[in-house]
């Protein structure tokens, strides 16, 4: 299985990105698609994850209602579009899959549950 995430870049805090992560290798059929980002010095925290049976999403406190994940069956791709981004969203972001079945919001969260990982990308929000 391999994650590519792509899509980082610096902007300024107001301003949007939206990364990409394309998944290959294998059907994500029951998987929780996620991003997490972590910030120098800070420990990997959770952002959002999608379901990938039926697009049902989660969101950190700190990025509802700036950041939406989507996820596109046909081309194996998982999207997380920020707007109004803000100086504390600088860190770098890795996509990831965790295989959670019906434990969804249980494990969805937890950066233990999951499988697989991408290699990171950098997003960088200048004030």
């Known amino acids: 299985v391999q994650l590519q995430a792509s899509g980082g870049g610096l902007v300024q805090a107001g301003g949007s990105l939206r990364l990409s992560c394309a998944a290959s290798?294998?059907?994500?059929?029951?998987?929780?698609m996620g991003w997490f980002r972590q910030a120098p010095g800070k420990e990997r925290e959770f952002v959002a994850a999608v379901r990938w049976n039926d697009g049902i999403t989660i969101y950190a406190d700190s990025v509802k209602g700036r950041f939406t994940i989507s996820r596109d069956i046909a081309k194996n791709t998982v999207y997380l579009q920020m707007n109004s981004l803000e100086f504390e969203d600088t860190a770098v972001y890795y996509c990831a899959a965790a295989r959670v079945g019906s434990y969804f919001f249980t494990f969805v969260k937890q950066t233990n549950k999951y499988d697989y990982w991408g290699q990171g990308t950098q997003v960088t929000v200048s004030s």
């Open positions: 290798g294998r059907t994500f059929i029951s998987y929780a």
